[in-house]
């Protein structure tokens, strides 16, 4: 009896590494959104070295903004195991028109399937089962979905008893439009031959013209739903939370510089006896933390300096920047190099901008008794 015939595996993959990262800033000021540091690395090392752990060799990473720091931090890919290459660019192009400019630096045959993925989603997708979905369905492309209780944000993907992809409706409001609670996570699996078809040099959004022109023309589109940890780290709030999860360990990373737990102290980072860290909180390498300080699920990164007796909490410290003593931050962004005076209360989405100063005790929500 012969062995039914699979399909090769994935070899190569396509990462969306252009956008502005604009709900981020002030993260996203100096920084390009995936490469603001996660439990202690670039966000884009997890993503790497996760695509690698599932068999993906050739990376194309489709770059614009602040697209110089790639290639100087990355390199060529081999310290991760990989081949990477780099296409800038010039006019924003929208996710398919990205995907369709890298087209010519892959590798594959028409026939064969390529991995495409986003920088800023962190998820525990199984990208092996989504590969192997794809070959096993006989699609021309392969959606990952994920199910959220509030999909008005998203876009909803309702497919068939058999995973076939029926509709792609963009963001419902009414509750006659939510038909489903499965959303579009953002990794997909295109075979070669349809990353062609694309139009090139125009902006084209995979979700509002390729996806549903090819469901119009009649293609088979296949949805795997995988709702492992998934989360989109467009806000501060949710990329400290995405950084928090990778050090607890609810988020699977290979890359991330240590073991998991309530914290992780890089190297060179000098933290007082007496503070107290927690909820995975990350110290950068060559942060300071003094004594009694209290951080909780937040990101201090390089060089950063938290003086004695500061709470902070669902936040993150830049750069370089300085929290005087006693003061608190509650969800709370300080930009690299922004300095924080001692007894301010900063709380609720406040972001502080690069290189900004606040007097000690000049910003508080509550009394100063």
């Known amino acids: 009896m012969t062995e039914p015939h699979q399909p090769p595996p994935s070899r190569e993959a396509i990462l969306l590494v252009g956008g502005k990262g604009t709900r981020l800033r002030p993260l996203t000021v100096n920084t390009p959104k995936p490469m603001v540091p996660a439990a202690g690395v670039p966000f884009l090392t997890h993503q790497l070295a996760r695509a690698r752990a599932a068999g993906i060799e050739h990376i194309v990473l489709a770059t614009s903004y602040l697209a110089e720091v790639f290639e100087p931090y990355f390199g060529d890919g081999s310290a991760l195991g990989l081949e990477l290459e780099y296409v800038t660019e010039i006019e924003p192009l929208g996710t398919g028109g990205a995907i369709r400019n890298v087209a010519h630096r892959l590798r594959s045959g028409p026939d064969d399937p390529v991995l495409i993925f986003n920088g800023d989603i962190l998820t525990g997708l199984d990208i092996r089962a989504l590969i192997s979905a794809h070959g096993a369905a006989g699609a021309d492309v392969s959606l990952h979905l994920t199910r959220v ?19 792609f409706l963009e963001k419902p409001q009414t509750p006659e439009e939510i038909v489903t609670d499965q959303i579009n996570a953002g990794a997909y699996v295109f075979n070669r031959s349809v990353i062609d078809t694309i139009p090139a040099g125009r902006p084209v959004s995979v979700e509002r013209e390729t996806f549903p022109g090819l469901l119009a023309d009649g293609a088979h589109l296949h949805g795997m739903v995988d709702s492992t940890y998934w989360l989109d780290l467009g806000t501060p709030q949710a990329f400290v939370r995405g950084s928090a999860d990778l050090v607890l360990g609810r988020a699977p990373s290979p890359a991330v510089p240590g073991r998991r737990g309530e914290r992780l102290v890089l190297d060179s980072a000098e933290v007082a006896a ?64 922004a300095v924080v005076g001692a007894d301010n209360e900063l709380r609720a989405g406040a972001r502080v901008w690069c290189g900004a100063e606040i007097p000690a005790a000049a910003v508080r929500f509550s009394s100063d008794e």
Do not use: F, Q
């Open 274 to 337: 007496d503070a107290k860290l927690m909820g995975g909180t990350v110290i950068g390498a060559g942060a300071r933390v003094g004594a009694g300080a209290r951080i909780d699920g937040s990101t201090v990164l390089d060089g950063a300096v938290v003086e004695p007796g500061a709470r902070i909490r669902d936040s993150l410290v830049g750069a370089g920047a300085r929290v005087g003593a006693r003061t608190v931050l509650d969800g709370v962004v300080v930009g690299d190099g």
């Open 149 to 167: 209780e509030d999909p008005r944000a998203y876009g909803l993907v309702p497919t068939d008893p058999d995973g076939r992809v029926t509709a």
